[in-house]
């Protein structure tokens, strides 16, 4: 089974509908993160978590929310869908530890078209 | 943010050549890494580098930190088709107060058999 899963996979909706991505993990990894792909553009951080009560807005946060309902869950919502959010999400996850680099472990992705 | 800029953007090349793509950045990072994403897959971590002038290799894979700490280079020797994807870079500041890395806008690699 997959550590970091993403639902849905795939999702179509229109402009002004509220719409929430899920992000799950097994890893047991305290830091999770949400970021967008766009073409050209590589992956920009949205929104990171360092643990339940910790959220820290990235990149990219005007337009999205997020809610970490415990250590391995953590939403990704589009209150009010824009055409140009229509990109690739994903979700990653590290763990803390002592090394120079926390390694970030992706999810498979999910893909938002807004109409 | 920051800006990494990668290059080339794309590559098409024949099995069994040498691929060489590298990445640019107007500030220093105390750390890069180099990915790669798989079609309909997240990224994969392939390589990390800590130190100015470190050299890493990992199997046909081997990426450099650059001396000045703004770029980073990565080469994949004799390719085979199950290389193809795309590489992206990414860079770390120790002084931001979290684990933010920047990402590098990719290269997509495409080997003709």
């Known amino acids: 089974d997959a550590d970091v899963t993403q639902t849905p996979r795939n999702r179509i909706t229109k402009t002004g509908k509220r719409i929430m991505l899920e992000c799950s993990q097994t890893?047991?990894?305290?830091?999770m993160y949400w970021y967008r792909q766009d073409p050209g553009l590589g992956l920009r951080l949205i929104y990171y978590s360092f643990d339940v009560k910790d959220i820290n807005k990235g990149e990219i946060s005007d337009g999205y929310s997020v809610s970490r309902q415990a250590q391995a869950k953590f939403s990704l919502s589009l209150e009010s869908a824009i055409p140009n959010q229509t990109a690739l999400y994903f979700c990653a996850t590290s763990d803390h530890s002592g090394r120079p680099y926390n390694e970030q472990f992706f999810g498979p992705g999910t893909r938002l078209t807004v109409l | 943010g920051q800006q990494l800029n990668q290059s080339p953007q794309s590559m098409f090349i024949q099995e069994g050549e040498d691929v060489s793509m590298n990445c640019t950045s107007s500030?220093?990072?105390?750390?890069w890494l180099w990915y790669k994403q798989d079609p309909g897959e997240g990224p994969v971590l392939l390589i990390a580098?800590?130190?100015?002038?470190e050299l890493t290799s990992n199997g046909r894979l081997t990426a450099q930190f650059g001396i000045t700490r703004k770029d980073s280079f990565l080469n994949i020797s004799a390719s085979i088709p199950s290389d193809v994807g795309i590489y992206f870079c990414a860079g770390q500041q120790l002084e931001n107060t979290g684990n933010q890395f920047y990402f590098g806008t990719g290269t997509s690699l495409t080997v003709i058999p």
């Open positions: 580098l800590y130190k100015a002038g």
């Open positions: 500030s220093i990072f105390n750390t």
């Open positions: 890893k047991g990894h305290d830091r």
